[in-house]
């Protein structure tokens, strides 16, 4: 995990051996020593950094590339107060439901039939196997997309690279240009690749709602022998 300085040595990640076996290399590169670097520098500036540091790899931490079933690109965390704990899209029980995952939980209605939670907390998806991974995996306080070009898309890419190369079926579910960019090329004859418009309610208009991802990911997983995951989020 990251401590107050940075981000830590591989040897005191606390990720799953699974996922360190992987990406454990990763830690050691020139870029990634240079994004702890940035990021200490930040935090001695006084700024604040979400997620706090113990949260930064949660999605890593609760999915394990070999359960990964679903992958649900974001593209840097909530940068409100109390909103990013290290799940694309997700917020605590505690923290008010942003519009972009309101409709994220509207196309679930129309599409399955469940009605929308009275919280944005999707760790039960992340369990079963729903990877939610942003791009960028901090931010500073108020200041959406600035830790963009810093280091963190090179690691999430080799995330991304791990998932693909499982040996599993998985589906991936990309909304908006920036995911699609994200992933690039597919083997579509193992994997599905759902797209549509992001969520935020600038574009859901356009195709996200409507998009029926949710149903036609449950479809193919069943058809390839990997259960269904449950959309629905206790109360």
């Given at each position: 995990m990251a401590n107050k300085a940075g981000i830590s040595t591989k040897r005191n990640i606390g990720l799953r051996a699974e996922w360190l076996d992987e990406l454990g290399g990763t830690f050691e590169t020139a870029g990634m020593k240079e994004l702890s670097t940035f990021l200490r520098e930040e935090k001695a500036q006084g700024k604040r950094i979400f997620p706090p540091g113990s949260e930064i790899f949660t999605a890593l931490e609760l999915t394990p590339p070999s359960q990964v079933r679903v992958v649900v690109l974001g593209q840097d965390p909530y940068h409100g107060p109390g909103q990013a704990h290290g799940l694309s899209?997700?917020?605590?029980?505690?923290?008010?439901?942003?519009?972009?995952?309101?409709?994220?939980?509207?196309?679930?209605?129309?599409?399955?039939?469940?009605?929308?939670?009275?919280?944005?907390?999707?760790?039960?998806?992340?369990?079963?196997?729903?990877?939610?991974?942003?791009?960028v995996l901090t931010v500073e306080a108020g200041r959406a997309g600035s830790h963009q070009n810093r280091g963190w898309e090179a690691f999430t890419d080799r995330v991304v690279e791990v998932v693909m190369n499982t040996g599993q079926s998985v589906v991936f579910m990309l909304w908006g240009a920036h995911a699609r960019k994200k992933v690039g090329n597919i083997d579509r004859e193992k994997h599905c690749v759902l797209t549509a418009p992001h969520p935020s309610p600038l574009s859901a208009h356009r195709g996200f709602l409507g998009c029926g991802h949710f149903s036609l990911a449950n479809n193919f997983l069943l058809e390839r022998g990997r259960g269904v995951i449950d959309w629905t989020l206790p109360d």
């Open positions: 899209f997700s917020v605590p029980r505690s923290i008010p439901i942003p519009p972009s995952l309101r409709n994220i939980f509207r196309e679930i209605e129309r599409d399955l039939g469940i009605s929308a939670p009275d919280h944005g907390c999707l760790r039960h998806w992340a369990e079963q196997g729903v990877l939610l991974l942003n791009t």
